[in-house]
């Protein structure tokens, strides 16, 4: 057997199944045998690949709102985030904050609507989109209510909380560097949603 | 049947997590998708070899699997179902861009080219000189056509029968592909190779 048969035939049995002609073909033919034993190792690390990548908090922040706008999900019973004492008043101060943040929904769709507008009323609109810094001591005590009955929840909501601030702020200096960039703004609506979904899961929790 | 896995914290089977999704549960849907997702992630990123689209892929992936949960019976994994519907939306996606799934059976090069360069001086063996990154970018190099048959066949697991039934070829132009996605990849690693041995 030549290398050239063999190699026309490597498809076939690369991955076993080889006559005994074959076998003794590529085990004696230097050329023959490196190439298959390249082609095994990369068979052999591509394994490696599968299932090392980890989504961004966003992806299922995404999932979420749809699942909820589709009505097929609803908060689950127990693993409430406070105790049961004084439990609806005391993440009632989740409320305002929620309510920060959709005004800041509002504020940035306002500044999408005057983005016609002369610069200097453009500037005036501004500032409501640095929000998303005064809330940070607002996520120390959301976290520390999910700690405190679901402790394995605390976690997840620190590394959602912590990522979605860095989306804020990103989309917040893309806003700012260019107030015309519509995609800056759009990414700003939904950092302020990605956010508010998740106080909205913390209050949602603390109701039941 | 539903591997019966603990999730959230040993709080949650996997089957328990299922029954209560169909019903709605919101922590069940999460703990799913934290299960799941890493898998689902990886193999839409590789496959498109672009992250935001991956994530948008994984995303619509999801949103299937729950919308149609209520109708899941437990004949399959769990697992398998939703890694074939997966497949399936990063599939259709490369088919609405009009991308190759499976290339036509023509080859890269002439055959003579290959001849010389396969037939060629002694060259140095690719083995202890791999790592996943090095394999990683490489794959990210491929086509579309190569790097869709490389990754479900070599990266996820799926036999040549289930390649051809998936993306609609014949098993010998599966296993053809494949081995030509893995001999281009030996190329790309062996010029990655030489390029880092030179600016050492």
Redesign the interface.
Known sequence: MT??EF?EI???I?DGGQSIEQEMHWKSC??CS??V???T???Q????????????P???N???I??RQ?G?????DG?AVVPALGRRWSMQWLVPIAATLLLSFGAVDYYMASRQQPQAQVAEIRQPATVADSVNAEDSRLLEAVAVNAP?MRA?YEANLRDVNAYIRDAEDSAKNDPTDEEAQQALVEAYAQKNMIYE?ALDRSLR | MATARKL??G?LSESEAIE?AKQ???????AL??LH???V??LC??MTANAAE??DL??EA??QL??KIGTFRGESAFSTWLHRMAVNVVLMRLRKKNLPIVPLDDPLESEEET?KK??GG??Q???GS???MQ??RA?EALPPGYRTI?VLH????YEHNEIANLVGCSIGNS??Q??KA??K??DL?KISRAAKAETH
């Open positions: 290398c050239r190699q490597l498809p076939e690369v230097q050329e490196d190439l034993a390249d082609l190792v990369i068979s690390q591509a394994i490696t690949l599968r299932g090392i990548d980890t989504p961004s966003r992806v299922w995404s999932i979420q749809a699942l589709e097929l999900i609803h908060a689950s693993l394995n997840t899961m | 959230q914290g709080e209560r709605g549960d919101a922590d069940a849907f999460e998708y934290d997702k890493r898998r992630y990886s990123l590789r991956a994530e994984t995303q999801f949103l729950f919308r001849s396969e037939l002694p060259d063996k690719l083995a791999v790592d996943r394999i990683q794959v490389f070599d990266v996820e697991g296993k053809s494949l081995h893995r001999m990849l030996r690693l």
